[in-house]
């Protein structure tokens, strides 16, 4: 069946640190492929989302590009902020279906 | 707030008591979904509703779990007969569908649910 697979964490990284989080995917067809961040004390927002290969999903710095060949969905960032401490989760399709989710602590 | 909103936040019960949550999702959107999310994990889907209509169920969704959407407005879960693995985060969220198009879905704070 469909499942996403994204890398471990904690990952930990200082202010103004370049971010990578690896997401691949399994799926038949061609699903739609999210990001989705859960702040500390909030609920699951999306965070970016692409439709179709190659379309490269963005929003708040972060960007990520929907490559059929690799089924990989990295999330992307330059420069990282405190504030983008929180849980990261890949998903993809309508019914969700989630990774694990990736935990990002961002020293000052 | 418009928001997609929960209740009860929180919610601790004994061993074979019955449970029952609410979701009120964002008032214009005709698509509710409910979700399982325990720790250290993502959400799992459970069940979504189109209107008032329940048109998929997971296989996680045992018998012990009904979920319903009378009107089609706020939709309720509950959970008979308890079990301790069913202690979990329950989220919902709600979106504007049509077809087969994806429309983003906004979540609710969810219902933390401790079966003792």
């Known amino acids: 069946g469909d499942s996403v697979t994204q890398m471990e964490g904690p990952v930990t990284l200082s202010e103004e640190a370049f971010l990578t989080i690896n997401c691949t995917y399994t799926?038949?067809?061609?699903?739609?492929l999210f990001w989705y961040v859960q702040y500390p004390g909030e609920g699951l927002q999306l965070l970016l989302k692409?439709?179709?290969?190659?379309d490269k999903g963005s929003n708040k710095g972060f960007e990520a590009t929907y490559r059929k060949e690799t089924t990989s969905f990295h999330l992307e960032k330059g420069s990282v902020q405190v504030s983008d401490s929180a849980v990261y989760f890949c998903?993809?399709?309508?019914?969700?279906?989630f990774g694990k989710g990736t935990r990002l602590h961002i020293l000052p | 707030d418009t928001g997609v909103s929960q209740d009860p936040r929180h919610k601790i019960t004994k061993r074979g008591q019955n449970v029952t949550f609410r979701c009120d999702p964002i008032?214009?959107?005709?698509?509710l979904y409910w979700y399982r999310q325990t720790l250290g994990q993502g959400p799992e889907f459970l069940t979504y509703?189109?209107?008032?209509?329940?048109?998929?169920k997971s296989r996680l969704l045992s018998d012990r779990f009904s979920a319903e959407r009378p009107k089609g407005s706020f939709s309720t879960l509950e959970i008979q007969r308890t079990e301790q693995g069913d202690s979990a985060m329950y989220l919902c969220?709600?979106?504007?569908?049509?077809?087969?198009?994806?429309?983003?879905?906004?979540f609710g704070p969810g219902t933390r649910l401790t079966v003792l």
């Open positions: 008032s214009e959107h005709n698509r």
């Open positions: 969220a709600s979106s504007l569908g049509s077809g087969t198009a994806y429309n983003e879905q906004f």
């Open positions: 799926a038949t067809g061609y699903p739609s």
């Open positions: 692409a439709t179709k290969a190659d």
């Open positions: 509703f189109q209107n008032e209509a329940q048109l998929e």
């Open positions: 998903a993809l399709d309508d019914k969700i279906i």
